[in-house]
């Protein structure tokens, strides 16, 4: 049941991403074809190892296989993911972009999961991640969950530098006040 809640989340996230697809603004200004090229192979093979499909050694190798703890907590995980970055794709509508791009009329979004975060779809789609490789249990999985995981630092340094270029009091006074991937935790003070 894990592994079918599992597929429907990355269903319903690729779904939505293809058809929200559609609604984005034109692109100011954008990163090269090569760099986007390579983005995108290093994009698919680290989907393939997440996916877990991998028939060789070592990356077959199972770490551990149906603990209801596991499975229980992915599903979770996964499902909780989804639903974040779904909500952070929505609030950000047509300024999203698959690649590091300055669009035309373009927003600073700090609403809904943005008031919290300043990128919510990598919070989400690592929580569906981490929750792919707790049901899956398998070497090729975590390897793809941690290479995604670092790129993502990557492309948010590339991120934050366009819009510090763009918005620089606004998206400075925005850094203070959230976190880059988990919210910022304040004591009340006085």
């Known amino acids: 049941m894990s592994k079918i809640i599992i597929l429907s ?3 319903a996230h690729f ?9 984005v603004k034109p692109a100011s200004k954008k990163a090269g074809h090569a760099a986007l090229f390579g983005f995108r192979v290093f994009q698919i093979l680290s989907f393939v190892m997440l996916g877990g499909i991998i028939p060789f050694s070592p990356f ?4 551990w296989s149906g603990l209801p703890i596991m499975n229980v907590s992915g599903a979770t995980l996964c499902l909780s993911g989804t639903m974040l970055s779904i909500w952070a794709r929505r609030m950000l509508a047509g300024n999203w972009s698959a690649s ?10 700090m609403k809904g999961p943005y008031g919290f975060v300043r990128h919510p779809i990598y919070s989400g789609l690592t929580l ?3 929750g792919t490789v707790l049901v899956l249990g398998r070497l090729d ?3 793809g969950f941690l290479m995604r995981f670092i790129s993502y630092f990557f492309k948010i340094r590339k991120e934050e530098t366009l819009l510090l270029e763009h918005f ?3 998206y400075s006074r925005y850094r203070r006040r959230t976190g880059s991937l988990v919210p910022i ?3 009340q003070t006085e």
């Open 60 to 63: 077959n190798v199972t770490l």
């Open 185 to 187: 935790l304040k004591t």
């Open 100 to 109: 590091v791009t300055y669009k035309e009329k373009h927003e600073l979004v």
């Open 168 to 170: 620089p009091e606004e």
């Open 9 to 11: 989340c990355w269903s």
């Open 141 to 143: 999985s975590l390897f």
């Open 128 to 130: 569906m991640m981490l």
């Open 15 to 23: 779904s939505y991403w293809a058809f929200a697809a559609f609604s």
